[in-house]
C-alpha cells in the first residue's frame, strides 16, 4: 500500500534532541516533495519543514530555523527531521505528508499517522 509510516518521536528534556522518521511505501519518494507539520492543542497546525526531491530545496518556518533540519535518504526511501535544542513551546503531534514534487505546492494529499514529541524536565 502507499502509505507513510513514522517513528522517532518521544519524551525528550529542554535543550534535548530527537530525530523522526518517514518512511515511505509502495511509492519512491524521488518525484515528490515531503512536508513536516506540526499540531499542538489549541494551535492551529504549522508547516515546520519541507524537501523535495526534485529539486533539492528545503524550508523551515521561522520558528525552528537553525534547531531543525530535514534530509532524505533516497536508498532507504525515508525521509528525516532531526530537532535539536527542544523547546517547551515545540511539543505537538508531528505528521509528515506527500506532495506532488516541490515545496510551496501545498497539495499534501497523503499523511503519516503523526507521531507525539513531548518536552519536560
Known amino acids: 500500500q502507499v502509505q507513510l509510516v513514522q517513528s522517532g518521536g518521544g519524551l525528550v528534556q529542554p535543550g534535548g534532541s530527537l530525530r523522526l522518521s518517514c518512511a515511505a511505501s509502495g511509492f519512491t519518494l524521488g518525484g515528490y516533495n515531503i512536508g513536516w507539520f506540526r499540531q499542538a492543542p489549541g494551535k492551529e497546525r504549522e508547516e515546520v519543514s519541507c524537501i523535495s526531491f526534485r529539486d533539492g530545496t528545503t524550508t523551515y518556518a521561522d520558528s525552528v530555523k537553525g534547531r531543525f533540519t530535514v534530509s532524505g535518504d533516497n536508498a532507504e526511501n525515508t525521509v528525516y527531521l532531526q530537532m535539536n535544542a527542544l523547546q517547551p513551546e515545540d511539543p505537538a503531534v508531528y505528521y509528515c505528508?506527500?506532495?506532488?514534487?516541490?515545496?510551496?505546492?501545498?497539495?499534501?494529499?497523503?499523511w503519516g499517522q503523526g507521531t507525539q514529541v513531548t518536552v519536560s524536565s
Open positions: 505528508a506527500r506532495s506532488w514534487g516541490y515545496c510551496g505546492e501545498d497539495d499534501y494529499g497523503k
